[in-house]
T-cell receptor, first 113, second 115 residues
Framework: NAGVMQNPRHLVRRRGQEARLRCSPMKGHSHVYWYRQLPEEGLKFMVYLQKENIIDESGMPKERFSAEFPKEGPSILRIQQVVRGDSAAYFC???????????FGSGTQLSVL | DQQVKQNSPSLSVQEGRISILNCDYTNSMFDYFLWYKKYPAEGPTFLISISSIKDKNEDGRFTVFLNKSAKHLSLHIVPSQPGDSAVYFCAASGKTQGGSEKLVFGKGTKLTVNP
């Protein structure tokens, strides 16, 4: 896990607010994946990004969710108008290149009140 | 649709004995399988993997067995140690609907190794 930084570790939002989750990849890693873990569930793929490009967002809910990985700075997972069902642990994972080993961050625990 | 299934949510073993964690999958297109270990409040960490062209891979106390015909894999830990207590996720590599490779995870098995 060392090197993949996610913040904040815990995020509390009220229904209707926006949540922004950040992921800074390991040095040299240009591929970022976001996964969501609902209570009592496994990790579910959401989106795969490379620098400035969304490669695969087939796991993202169609509304309210968006992700970016700008040329400079961390990858951002943005959830607009959060609802209680968005409460989950959100993990970012990065790899140096395609099909190389994934390294996970410690996750952001989102709680929606 | 749960393509990767870990049917035992928890497992408890004595220190020094063998731990066997099981995983079944449904998608015959999966060609690479991994086990991740997760401690509370941490992200998953890679433990061991196996390619579909092999039926066994060993790394120290950890061995993964793959039975392609049964679409089943298992992780053996021997001897088990209290520090092995964690949630173990089985994952398989397969194509997403968007065409990229991604990991599909099971729900995890919580292993408790008692001293």
């Amino acid at each position: 896990n060392a090197g993949v930084m996610q913040n904040p570790r815990h995020l509390v939002r009220r229904r209707g607010q926006e949540a922004r989750l950040r992921c800074s990849p390991m040095k040299g890693h240009s591929h970022v994946y976001w996964y969501r873990q609902l209570p009592e569930e496994g990790l579910k793929f959401m989106v795969y990004l490379q620098k400035e490009n969304i490669i695969d967002e087939s796991g993202m809910p169609k509304e309210r969710f968006s992700a970016e990985f700008p040329k400079e700075g961390p990858s951002i997972l943005r959830i607009q108008q959060v609802v209680r069902g968005d409460s989950a642990a959100y993990f970012c994972a990065t790899e140096r290149g395609l099909n190389e080993k994934l390294f996970f961050g410690s996750g952001t625990q989102l709680s929606v009140l | 649709d749960q393509q990767v299934k870990q049917n035992s949510p928890s497992l408890s073993v004595q220190e020094g004995r063998i731990s066997i964690l099981n995983c079944d999958y449904t998608n015959s297109m999966f060609d690479y399988f991994l086990w991740y270990k997760k401690y509370p409040a941490e992200g998953p960490t890679f433990l061991i993997s196996i390619s579909s062209i092999k039926d066994k891979n060993e790394d120290g106390r950890f061995t993964v067995f793959l039975n392609k015909s049964a679409k089943h894999l298992s992780l053996h830990i021997v001897p088990s140690q209290p520090g092995d207590s964690a949630v173990y996720f089985c994952a398989a590599s397969g194509k997403t609907q968007g065409g990229s490779e991604k990991l599909v995870f099971g729900k995890g098995t919580k292993l408790t190794v008692n001293p």
